[in-house]
Nanobody, 115 residues
Framework: QVRLVESGGGLVQPGGSLRLSCLAS????????MSWYRQAPGKERELVAF????????NYADFVKGRFTISRDNAKNTVYLQMNSLKPEDTAVYYC????????WGQGTQVTVSS
């Protein structure tokens, strides 16, 4: 059974940091490109960051460049999103997404940036 389980979300003050994790199972993780998306209330889901399968090249949305870092540990079947200098507009549900011959979504984790 394929599963993507996100964790690490929560409430943080503006300027703070969070690290999201997405644990994958049920497929060959190292062969899949991994991404983080987010969806704020009333808005469409948008791509935040992408990391390819080997060799793990990355790409970021302009609105997170310099603040967020995506990484992966293929030995742990996990992809991470380190989020620094968080802003209120980063408030959203963050989703993990895996894509290769098939595509899978996680259930999402809420990130709220507020004072």
């Amino acid at each position: 059974q394929v599963r993507l389980v996100e964790s690490g979300g929560g409430l943080v003050q503006p300027g703070g940091s969070l690290r999201l994790s997405c644990l994958a199972s049920g497929f060959i993780f190292s062969m899949y490109h991994m991404s983080w998306y987010r969806q704020a209330p009333g808005k469409e889901r948008e791509l935040v960051a992408f990391i390819s399968s080997i060799p793990g090249s990355t790409n970021y949305a302009d609105f997170v460049k310099g603040r967020f870092t995506i990484s992966r540990d293929n030995a742990k079947n996990t992809v991470y999103l380190q989020m620094n200098s968080l802003k209120p507009e980063d408030t959203a549900v963050y989703y993990c997404y895996a894509k290769a011959v098939a595509a899978y979504w996680g259930q999402g984790t809420q990130v709220t940036v507020s004072s």
